[in-house]
Nanobody
Framework: QVQLVESGGGLVQAGGSLRLSCAASGRIISVNDMGWYRQAPGKERELVATISSGSSVNYADSVKGRFTLSRDNAKNTVYLQMNNLKPEDTAVYYC???????????????WGQGTQVTVSS
């Protein structure tokens, strides 16, 4: 079994910062891409940022220059540093990981349970 455990969400004023963490654990051979998506009320889930196993990062245009995604491969953990937060960043943030497991073909993806980020104006 695989688990993605998220932490770090909360309530912050506009202009503030938060740091999200997501750790993958379980029967894992290797972790490929990891990242964060978010879903605001009434909207579809959207990409925030992803990072490859080689640390190549892809950001949504809306967060470029404000958010920084990094990973610790030894810990199968990603960190999303969010600075200069805006009310429109309010959403449930979901961790995503694509990984290889013993006796499982392909590179299935897994989702965390989600963590709420609320930015007040």
């Amino acid at each position: 079994q695989v688990q993605l455990v998220e932490s770090g969400g909360g309530l912050v004023q506009a202009g503030g910062s938060l740091r999200l963490s997501c750790a993958a654990s379980g029967r894992i051979i290797s972790v490929n891409d990891m990242g964060w998506y978010r879903q605001a009320p009434g909207k579809e889930r959207e990409l925030v940022a992803t990072i490859s196993s080689g640390s190549s990062v892809n950001y949504a245009d809306s967060v470029k220059g404000r958010f920084t995604l990094s990973r610790d491969n030894a810990k199968n953990t990603v960190y999303l540093q969010m600075n200069n937060l805006k009310p429109e960043d309010t959403a449930v943030y979901y961790c995503n990981a694509k990984l290889r497991q013993p006796y499982v073909s392909g590179v299935p993806q897994y989702w965390g349970q989600g963590t709420q980020v609320t930015v007040s104006s």
